[in-house]
């Protein structure tokens, strides 16, 4: 995976982790992480993901992991609308996106998904 920044609709540019799918048409899965830890420790989660050959694009939010920001409602879907936002810039059709939540992440992402087909 390489790190990659998002850039979100309040001006935060936030890190993430991100592996393109090895063949087209495979799926890229948007994991929305947990409040504890950071991306740093999802990594056994994604690892099957990987070596399936999924994209992959590891969220962190605003105040976690060294990047700008507090936490916020409001401002952990910005970050969502943000993973979106670089997944169409680059050419992942919206057909190819999984979301992906855990605790927290799941709230992120259900809101995501109310928000894009």
Sequence with gaps: MRVVALHTEDG?????????????????????????????????????????GYGVLLVTYRGYSSNPGTPHEKGLYADGRAAIKFLREQKVPDSCIVLYGESIGTGVAVQIATEYP
């Design 12 to 52: 935060l540019n936030l890190k993430a982790w991100y592996r393109e799918p090895t063949r087209s048409k495979l799926p890229t899965i948007i994991y929305f992480h947990g409040n504890a830890g950071s991306i740093g420790h999802r990594g056994a989660i994604v690892k099957p993901f990987l070596d399936q």
